[in-house]
């Protein structure tokens, strides 16, 4: 198994441009989830999802869309990126009869 | 917001043991002590969970007071792999609902020095 995996794992971007984050996850996991981690920071929950089909918002969600059309991607869009949005993504996921999640390895994203 | 208050940061000689202490006051009955840690810039790594007994694993063991108010990770003889920030987590086991989400605090910087 692969696991989590992430693309890309760096990304630079002009203000007000968009773009996918792609995470995928090869162990039929039900549940998914995204992350964002600042400098000195934890790590703060975008959006989840329990389910293919099936989103709901985290802690920090605005700026950014989901989706989850199959079981194995969940794609994270900015949609028009800012400075602010300038982090580390994480891409995590798990099964409910597991305990633990896996994460992903980053996406490391600066916006200019 | 996290539920549990760590220190910010703790040194431990190597080949010591490294308790890592948690206060969480306000755990629900439902809710689970969990404990990952995340190497530099890695994703963070599962270590160990527990409700109210005592827990041991290949990794850490995990000792959870009688009122379960508060906690302690034990890496039994600490190497300087194991510098790493360490976050302790209150949650309900099950993925199926948002509580369950895993909600991270600042976490404790554990500096294992020669």
């Known amino acids: 198994n692969a696991g989590v995996t992430q693309t890309p794992k760096f990304q630079v971007l002009k203000t007000g441009q968009s773009m996918t984050l792609q995470c995928a996850q090869d162990?039929?996991?039900?549940?998914m989830s995204w992350y964002r981690q600042d400098p000195g920071m934890g790590l703060r929950l975008i959006h989840y999802?329990?389910?293919?089909?099936?989103?709901d918002q985290g802690e920090v969600p605005n700026g950014y869309n989901v989706s989850r059309s199959t079981t194995e991607d969940f794609p994270l869009r900015l949609l028009s990126a800012a400075p602010s949005q300038t982090s580390v993504y994480f891409c995590?996921?798990?099964?409910?009869?597991?305990?633990?999640?896996?994460f992903g390895p980053g996406t490391r994203l600066t916006v200019l | 917001d996290a539920k549990t208050t760590q220190p910010t940061s703790m040194d431990c000689a190597e080949g010591r043991a490294a308790n890592l202490p948690c206060n969480h006051s306000?755990?629900?009955?439902?809710?689970?002590v969990y404990w990952y840690r995340q190497i530099h810039s890695q994703g963070p790594q599962y270590i160990i969970h527990?409700?109210?007994n005592n827990e041991t694993n290949e990794m850490a063991s995990l000792i959870i007071t009688e009122d379960r108010k508060s906690s302690t990770l034990i890496l039994p003889h600490a190497t300087l792999r194991d510098t790493a920030v360490y976050y302790c987590?209150?949650?309900?086991?099950?993925?199926?609902?948002?509580?369950?989400?895993?909600?991270f605090g600042k976490g404790t910087k554990l500096s294992v020095k020669p």
């Open positions: 995590a996921s798990s099964s409910p009869g597991r305990n633990e999640q896996f």
């Open positions: 162990m039929n996991h039900e549940y």
């Open positions: 999802s329990v389910g293919a089909g099936i989103t």
């Open positions: 306000t755990i629900s009955g439902n809710e689970y």
């Open positions: 527990g409700l109210k």
């Open positions: 987590i209150v949650r309900v086991a099950n993925y199926r609902s948002g509580q369950g989400n895993l909600i």
